[in-house]
Structure formats: C-alpha cells, structure tokens
C-alpha cells in the first residue's frame, strides 16, 4: 500500500454514465441502461483506490468513463484540478499522458499484428516522446521494469502466456509515463500463481514511479491487500468507500457484509463459525432499476422508506462513507 497524502489528483462528481437501448424490433421507445449512477469519490496523489462488487455493478464503466473511453451522460471528471469530464478531445490529449489503463483481457488487449516493441512504443509516438535509439532504449528499459527481456521487443503476442502479456500491457501503460493508471481487473485472467507477482510488481512500480492506481478487481482479498481505501459498488451506485483495513473489520451497509462474508477462509474451523449471509433474488436489471435503495429487493433489512427514497452517503465515523437508511 502507498504512503498517504493529502493532496486529490482526481475527483469524481456525481457520474453518470447511461447507454441507450432501444425498445422493439421496429424500435420505439429508448430505455437506457443506468451503467453508473451518480457516483462521487477523490483519489489522492500516490495512493490506491480499491473498487468491488459483483459483475455487471458498474465498476469497469466507471473507470473507462473516468479515462473518457466513455463520454460521461453527467456529472464531473476532476483530474490535476482541470475538468476533463466534458473536454473536448483536442484538450485532453495532454491529460491522455497521464492518464492510462491496463485492461482485463490480455489476449485481447494486444494488437496480435504488432511486435511487443511497436506495441509499447506506439504510444511514444503519438505523442511524440522519443524516436530512434531513444525510443529502442526506452522500450528495453520498460521491458525490463516488468521482468521481461529486450530480446522481447522482435516477438509478438501470440508467443507468450498471459501473465507475459499482461506485463507487456503494463509496461505500455508505463510508456508516456503517466501519473495515474486504472486497472481494471488485471489479475482475473491470469493462473492465480501468477497473480500476485503481477499485484507485486504493480506495488513495486508505485512505489518507483510514484504512481497513483484505481485497483478494479473481483478478488476481495487481493484488493484488500493493495488497496489504501476500497469502495463498494452495486447496481451503478457507489453503497459503501472506508480505509482498506476499517470496511474489512467493520462493513456497515448490508451488501458489503454479504460480500465480505463470501470471502473462502483457508481455516476450516474459523470457516465453519463464520456465517455467510446469502443474498436472496438476483441482481435487478440496470434498465429498470428499483426506486429509492437499489440494494432493497435483496436486503433483509428493508422498509418502506427504503422504496420511497435514495439513501445519502453518510460518514459514519473516521470519514467511513456508507449509504444506507439504517444509517
């Protein structure tokens, strides 16, 4: 985990991020599927912001609407104090710098025509940072920080396993030398003997490079052991966000218990005496979600003021934000 800081190098205000659908074979009316829903957290320089949930939650969405792969439906993007939420693509090209992503997939991710090292320098030359031996360097030295050889830089992709080229993707992310990168799940699709070099290397590199990270993973203890804070999403609403360590011990909103309590226990006899809270019904769909509280359909807890009105994030105590009526 990284040191603290207090300064915010990027903020999120009440994100929004729908996706029309239309309604019929012959279309008519537009439904729209509520991706992201009003969603508000900061990141501070140098530290790592875990974001969780269940698949189809929201939290891919977020973090490419963050990096304008998506253009946001509303709300605010603050990046180094500039709004880039609705900057117009000429303008953000310098923010695009510093900003970057690792995706899920690595064997989609890499273009299965280009070497490793036209991969990794292409983004040196769209923005025009290094050409020549300059640029072959800086590729060698790239490939290096994420424990693959020079020699790499002639092959292609389909030479290599998935943990290689996950690598071969965070070392391009590394290539303009950003100051924030989004992972968003970049250990799923990997053996899981490989998954926590790669989480090691990745604290490495942030502690070198003093890079700040928005950590998207399925992996609840993976998440738990490289994030500084962790927030917990449900069907595109942001339910629950505390220190990494305060949400695992003290969970207040319901879904974040169920959640948690899911986490496999490699102790039996400490596995048998923790109770797992089963959620009932499946997740609503995001085209018609239920009013007021999202989570109340599946929540033992829920009463009539759960239907009638959307619970507040609220700060519990040591800035733990939950929203919840129970609260």
């Known amino acids: 985990m990284s040191k603290k800081n207090n300064e915010i190098l990027l903020e999120v205000k ?8 239309r309604k019929g074979f012959f279309g008519g009316q537009t439904q729209y599927v509520q991706a992201v829903d009003d969603v508000s957290f900061f990141i501070r320089k140098g530290e790592t912001l875990g974001l969780v949930g ?25 990046f180094g104090g500039a709004e880039i939420g609705h900057m117009k693509e000429n303008d953000l090209h310098p923010f695009r710098k ?18 490793v090292g036209d991969i990794i320098g292409e983004a040196l030359d769209i923005h025009n940072l290094a050409t020549g031996k300059e640029r072959l360097e800086i590729i060698h030295e790239l490939l290096h920080k994420v424990g693959l050889n020079p020699d790499h830089a002639v092959r292609y992709p389909h030479e290599f396993s998935g943990g290689q080229r996950q690598r071969i ?39 070198e490079l003093g890079l ?40 207040v909103h319901p879904y974040t218990q169920a959640l948690l309590s899911s986490i496999p226990i490699p102790d039996p006899d400490v596995s048998k005496a ?24 599946r929540c033992k807890y829920a009463m009539p003021k759960c239907a009638e009105a959307m619970p507040e994030m609220k700060d519990v105590g040591g800035g733990h934000m939950a929203a919840c009526h129970l609260l």
């Open 212 to 251: 700040t990270y928005l950590f998207i993973a399925h992996d609840l203890s993976m998440v738990r052991h490289i994030s500084d804070r962790v927030g917990v999403m449900y069907l595109g609403k942001l339910v629950e966000l505390a220190d990494s360590e305060e949400l695992y011990k003290n969970p």
């Open 14 to 21: 009440n994100l929004k991020k729908y996706f029309p659908v």
């Open 274 to 297: 923790n109770q797992r809270i089963l959620l009932e019904g499946d997740v609503p769909s995001p085209l018609n979600p239920p009013s007021g509280c999202r989570f109340r359909t």
């Open 54 to 78: 269940e698949s189809g939650c929201g939290k891919s969405t977020t973090g490419r609407t963050i990096i304008r792969l998506y253009n946001p439906t509303a709300g605010e993007v603050i």
């Open 169 to 207: 993707g965070i070392a391009r992310s590394l290539a303009v030398r950003p100051e924030f990168i989004i992972c968003d799940e970049p250990i799923s699709a990997l053996d899981v003997s490989i998954q926590a070099q790669v989480v090691n290397m990745l604290e490495d590199l942030q502690s």
């Open 98 to 115: 510093k900003m970057q992503m690792i995706f899920q997939d690595p064997y989609a991710s890499l273009n299965s025509r280009m070497t």
